[in-house]
């Protein structure tokens, strides 16, 4: 099987995991795990951050953060589509009972959207708006990758405004790779930003939030509230530590291979195909076809893929598949759409 569903199904190596065997470890919630420190500092530097936090997943993550930065009762501004609008169970208001508010276009809205959708604090009946989420890439909107100068728009418009800003960087690595610009360029701004160890780089499990070391103190509390604090976690860090020094420069493969799939089926008749910037290829169907039959076809030729919604597919390339198997799942599926 060529498995395109998400890039959360990649397998750590024996390399990674040899890594992981020989992995110092301590109670990290007493601080002495040298494996988990050492992963958090790195990513603090490479983010351009006092402080750093381990999670266990991007949802706890997001949801840490979203504690953090909101109060109950707030109004959080963030694009349609959001990652933490659709895929965390409705954790935002079962933790920390904020409320959404979705502005923009396609995974993207810019600074001028932040200051028209706004709500001022103390007023009679409108719920205060207090924070902006910025997710890059945006996953359901293709992998697309938010243009620098809207990100600097948007962190201009939360400055006048005194609104707190989250980063769900969950594929922020793929934004590097993509753009070419440092990480801490990207990050330079947030208050809060999270990135995944697990997409992209290959890992297990594991992501990790970056910012003020008065931020990162009460994520820690935070996490530990919400039951994710754990122990010689060192060794599930020293994978991500493994993997920023060996899968991170890859990550451009996986976009070549994304463009490649997308070459393959984008002028066929009766789909949309989402711009494709990074590792996510998503198409919309646009004639009679529904997801789940496509998805269906492509499970009997060898090929898994993901129904996104009713008409919506998507594929996902990562590092444990090749270019030569991008290629044939490009072609199959072409066949498949074609019929
Ligand atoms: C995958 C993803 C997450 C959540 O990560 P999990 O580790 O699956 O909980 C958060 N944000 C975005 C944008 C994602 O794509």
């Known amino acids: 099987m060529i498995d395109l569903r998400s890039d959360t199904v990649t397998r750590p190596s024996a390399a990674m995991r040899a890594a992981m065997a020989e992995a110092p470890v301590g109670d990290d919630q007493f601080g002495e795990d040298p494996s988990v420190n050492a992963l958090e500092a790195r990513i603090a530097?490479?983010?351009?951050k006092e402080a750093a936090l381990f999670v266990a997943s991007g949802t706890m993550g997001n949801q840490v953060a979203l504690n953090v930065l909101a109060r109950p009762g707030d109004d959080v501004l963030l694009a349609d589509e959001a990652h933490i609008v659709w895929h965390e169970t409705g954790a935002a208001a079962a933790n920390s009972g904020v409320q959404f508010r979705t502005i923009g276009d396609g995974g993207i809205f810019?600074?001028?959207?932040?200051?028209a959708a706004v709500h001022p604090r103390g007023h009679l009946v409108f719920p205060p708006t207090?924070?902006?989420v910025v997710e890059n890439t945006h996953n359901r909107a293709g992998g697309i990758v938010v243009p620098q100068e809207?990100?600097?728009?948007i962190l201009a418009a939360a400055a006048e405004l005194?609104?707190?800003t989250f980063l769900d960087g969950a594929r922020l690595f793929n934004v590097a790779a993509a753009t070419g610009l440092p990480l801490d360029r990207l990050a330079a701004g947030f208050d809060i930003v999270s990135v995944a160890l697990s997409k992209g780089l290959g890992c297990p499990s594991g992501s990790v939030l970056a910012g003020s070391a008065?931020?990162?103190e009460k994520a820690r509390r935070v996490r530990r509230r919400f039951g994710g604090a754990m122990r010689q976690v060192g060794i599930l860090a020293a994978a991500g530590t493994y993997a920023l020094e060996h899968n991170m420069d890859r990550i451009a493969d996986d976009h070549a291979n994304a463009k490649a799939i997308a070459a393959r089926i984008?002028?066929?008749q009766g789909i949309r195909l989402a711009p494709v910037d990074t590792n996510i290829v998503i198409f919309h169907l646009t004639g009679g076809a529904m997801a789940a039959d496509i998805v269906a076809k492509a499970r009997e030729r060898g090929i898994l893929i993901m129904a996104f919604g009713a008409k919506t597919v998507r594929l996902t390339t990562h590092l444990d598949v090749?270019?030569?198997e991008c290629a044939t799942a490009g072609t199959v599926l072409a066949e498949i759409l074609q019929a």
């Open 214 to 216: 008065a931020l990162m």
């Open 45 to 48: 530097a490479l983010l351009g």
């Open 162 to 164: 005194d609104l707190a």
């Open 110 to 115: 810019d600074g001028d959207a932040v200051r």
């Open 266 to 268: 984008g002028n066929i």
């Open 130 to 132: 207090t924070l902006v």
């Open 322 to 324: 090749s270019a030569e």
């Open 150 to 153: 809207t990100v600097d728009g």
